[in-house]
């Protein structure tokens, strides 16, 4: 059974760091591109950060460009999430998501109707 499961949410003040994992179980992550996504209460859905099945492609909104990082370890079946420089406004629950893209791809996707799985999703608030 394909399953995504994220961890290392949590409460981290303002201008601290937290890094989120979501480890893949079922399924390869060399076949499929990665995205992480949040969604604040009350919003949309929004495209944080995705990866290719090559690990080569990265892309970014400019609300948290130079702040996330995504990396992937496909020897542990695991893609990563460094969170630096944190704001209130990143508050909201982090899901990642995988899309079959087929090996060494180089298509990245930031639209949450291009993924297939979904994890359930770890809080991470930013306060004071």
């Known amino acids: 059974q394909l399953q995504l499961v994220e961890s290392g949410g949590g409460l981290v003040q303002p201008g601290g760091s937290l890094r989120l994992s979501c480890a893949a179980s079922?399924?390869?992550?060399?076949?499929?591109?990665i995205g992480w996504f949040r969604q604040a209460p009350g919003k949309e859905r929004e495209g944080v950060s995705c990866i290719t099945s090559s690990g080569g492609s990265t892309t970014y909104p400019d609300s948290v460009r130079g702040r996330f990082t995504i990396s992937r370890d496909n020897a542990k079946n695991t893609v990563y999430l460094q969170m630096n420089s944190l704001k209130p406004e990143d508050t909201a629950v982090y899901y990642c998501?995988?899309?079959?893209?087929?090996?060494?791809?180089?298509?990245?996707?930031?639209?949450?109707?291009?993924?297939?799985?979904w994890g359930q999703g770890t809080q991470v608030t930013v306060s004071s």
């Open positions: 998501a995988a899309r079959r893209t087929g090996y060494s791809s180089s298509y990245c996707y930031r639209k949450p109707n291009d993924y297939s799985y």
């Open positions: 079922g399924f390869t992550l060399d076949y499929y591109a």
